[in-house]
């Protein structure tokens, strides 16, 4: 198989990944924080490496790092605990449905009020749009993705949040897309990111990393601390890893972490969007695609496209017939497909990995051509 | 006066034969034009209980055979189970009818609440024959297999132990291959003839006679052909099903059908891996189907409103449509085709 959808999940995972999380399951088997024996502690020290690991990247305190199922957990958790009644909320028109879905249930449940930045030119974002926004509508935060999962359009975080901080605005950054590419250091409130994707960890796994917030938690269970209290703990992270954790994956993922260094990602990237840039050339040069890639100067190695005859659907059923594995639709993306002018049909989206060679895009590009 | 009092004059059936009819379950497995004949004739008949199943919507062009229903179904699209249970308890009001607007898969037999003595045969598409041929095979039930296309019609009884459908065809032929009532057409006489058929061995077979017909019956009613071809006295020797004790329909995984996220479009997987022949399908389906566009990848055409995308390994895409159930049921009639 062919597979091109490393912004849905990235595989294969590093052998280390499958290997540590075989060692939980093999050798280890409890959670931390549950019990004081010698496994537990093993148990306890993978989890607060890969808790520090995470928070270096994040440019956040240990304490202020809780894991999650993903960053859809991540966000809705977030969304729920900072944005009140009433409350206006700074967004863009690149947001994921983990992003979208949560905020269009607050904003009915808590009557907040959306403003949609739309796309715009080669930053990805018109930041004095940003600018009259906050200075217009007051908005308790920002909400945004730090890169698009159709087009692959880095958005400016770091103005972003200079602009948000300067505005006394909080900055919510969902770094699912970017976490494991880029530097994630851009000076957000909050980031929320999801471990199965660039960071080649295993599903079922994310993260919320903030700047010592007041995040109350929003699910209430056991936690392995404060035992005699009814009450859930209100410190971090155990504020908000209520139940028991996913601790193979957390194993898996501090392997991953550990296995890959943030020079080596930066170096893995450039080489795989300059793979991705060819094929999006030879796409380009053939009758009837449409291109849709990043012209962002940060870019993550995804792009869309579609076809002046065919469905996106009928493309994607056409590579599967050929076990390349593509996405199609509009990826849960919902609001961006407007600007594309492709909310009919969505998209056929290419995502590739560090290990996607370019003779398996050039096999690819080569059914296209004959389409 | 005995609503039943002509029919228990006749010899093989007889008092006894009546109680033993009040006592029977029936399914009635499709609700089409042969569904429709013959559970209405089981139900006139004192069958006392009839589970109907069908998961298609009554439909305009479905009058001009199909007996239970009227225009009022057609305008509002009811489903064909539950508008056909309530004419049949019109009809007769001591039959218990349960209708079951649902899918006849493998999954839906292992649920009914218990078996019934007969299953009759009423569908439109042969994976669902195979499938009560499996069933009925494992659990010990007789069957009534019967279709029409065209103005032909064959029938036959399959009895626990056999000889069965896959001693005739080991293997569902392709929809391309035997056509369909949409594709040829079919003429209400040539249903009355098998459900004639059908009903006579059901009651034969529910009242213990020992007259029930073997072999294959056929009839071109066109042409004023009916025979009985004396095929078939014991099983085929190479029958996975009554040599091996096999049933692969059973265990076919079920055709996927999935609604592509924000779109009125259904994606159908037929869960098999072996090619369909696009232009036979083309062929059949070139005077029927519109917009017929045939390129090397896929197959395009629009029927009952939606457009088709079938692709060679005999994936399908359908646009406009958003019920994946409904999806199926015209997968199911324009192309085809599973294990």
């Known amino acids: 198989m062919i597979y091109l959808d490393h912004a849905a999940t990235s595989w294969p995972k590093p052998e280390v990944v499958p290997a540590a999380m075989q060692r939980w399951f093999t050798d280890v088997g409890v959670s931390a924080s549950r019990g004081a024996g010698d496994r537990c502690q093993v148990a306890a020290r993978t989890v607060a490496t890969a808790r520090a690991a995470l928070a270096h990247r994040c440019s956040s305190d240990p304490a202020h790092v809780a894991f999650t199922s993903g960053a859809t957990e991540s966000l809705n958790l977030v969304l729920r605990a900072l944005l009140h009644p009433g409350a206006a909320v700074v967004t863009t028109a690149f947001e994921h449905s983990s992003v979208v879905r949560p905020l269009a249930a607050l904003a009915s449940e808590r009557n907040l009020r959306l403003e949609v930045l739309p796309p715009h030119g080669d930053r990805g974002i018109d930041l004095a749009a940003v600018r009259s926004a906050f200075a217009h509508h007051r908005p308790s935060a920002l909400v945004c993705t730090h890169a698009s999962n159709v087009t692959g359009a880095v958005l400016p975080a770091a103005e972003l949040c200079a602009l948000a901080r300067e505005h006394r605005v909080l900055s919510v950054l969902d770094v699912s897309q970017t976490a494991g590419w880029l530097d994630l250091r851009v000076g957000a409130d909050v980031l929320c990111g999801s471990a199965h994707k660039a960071l080649l ?61 943030e020079a080596t990602e930066r170096r893995e990237l450039a080489a795989t969007l300059a793979t991705l840039d060819a094929f999006a050339a030879r796409l380009e040069a053939m009758d009837g695609f449409r291109v849709h890639a990043a012209k962002t100067a940060e870019r993550t190695p995804v792009l869309s496209f579609t076809h002046a005859r065919l469905d996106p659907a009928e493309i994607g059923a056409i590579l599967a017939g050929a076990d390349v594995h593509v996405r199609t639709g509009h990826h849960c993306a919902p609001w961006l497909h407007e600007h594309l002018g492709t909310a009919a049909a969505g998209t056929v989206r290419v995502s590739i990995g560090p290990n996607t060679a370019a003779a398996e895009l050039d096999f690819v590009a080569d059914l296209l051509a004959g389409l | 006066m005995d609503r039943y009092s002509r029919q228990h004059r006749i010899a093989g059936i007889g008092q006894h034969g009546q109680e033993r009819l009040r006592s029977a379950t029936v399914l009635v497995v499709g609700c089409g034009a042969l569904g429709t ?25 479905n009058l001009q055979r199909q007996v ?42 292992a649920a009914l609440p218990g078996r019934p003595d007969l299953v009759l045969d009423g569908t439109d598409n042969f994976p669902t024959r195979y499938l009560l041929n499996d069933w009925c095979h494992a659990n010990r039930v007789p069957w009534i297999y019967a279709g029409a296309t065209g103005t032909e019609g064959a029938a036959m009884v399959v009895r626990p132990g056999g000889p069965c459908l896959r001693c005739l065809w080991p293997d569902a032929p392709a929809t391309a291959d035997v056509g369909t009532c949409e594709t040829v057409g079919i003429l209400a006489p040539a249903i009355a003839a098998v459900a004639a058929f059908q009903v006579a061995e059901a009651l034969k077979l529910l009242v213990g006679s020992p007259d029930v017909a073997t072999g294959v019956f056929t009839c071109d009613v066109w042409r004023g052909h009916y025979t009985r071809l004396p095929l078939l006295d014991r099983p085929s020797p190479d029958c996975v099903a009554c040599q091996h004790g096999q049933h692969p329909a059973l265990v076919a995984p079920a ?8 779109r009125d479009a259904v994606q159908i997987d037929p869960g098999t891996t072996a090619a369909l022949d696009l232009t036979a399908l083309a062929g059949q389906l070139a005077e029927v189907a519109t917009d017929l566009q045939r390129t090397p990848h896929l197959l395009r055409f629009t029927a009952d409103g939606v457009r088709f995308s079938v692709f060679p390994g005999g994936r399908a895409l359908l646009f406009g449509v958003r019920d994946p159930l409904r999806a199926r049921a015209l997968y199911d009639r324009w192309i085809g085709r599973r294990p």
């Open chain 1, 201 to 261: 960890g295993p599903p079922g796994l994310g993260f919320v990393a903030h700047r010592g917030l007041q995040l109350p938690a929003q699910k209430q269970g056991g936690t392995g601390s404060s035992v005699a209290l009814a009450q859930h703990p209100d410190h971090w992270p155990d504020a908000f890893e209520a139940g028991t954790p996913n601790t193979p994956a957390i194993f898996g993922l501090e392997a991953a972490l550990a296995a890959r260094s």
């Open chain 2, 37 to 61: 004949h013959s559970a209405d004739a089981l139900a006139r008949a004192g069958v006392g209980n009839l589970w109907l199943c069908d998961r298609d919507v009554v439909e305009w062009s």
């Open chain 2, 68 to 109: 239970l229903f009227t225009e009022a179904d057609a305008r509002a699209g009811i489903p064909k189970a539950t508008a056909a249970a309530t004419r049949l308890r019109e009809a007769n009001s001591d039959v218990r009818i349960v209708a079951h607007v649902a899918e006849c898969s493998a999954t839906f037999l």
């Open chain 2, 255 to 262: 055709p996927m059908a999935a609604t592509l996220c924000g």
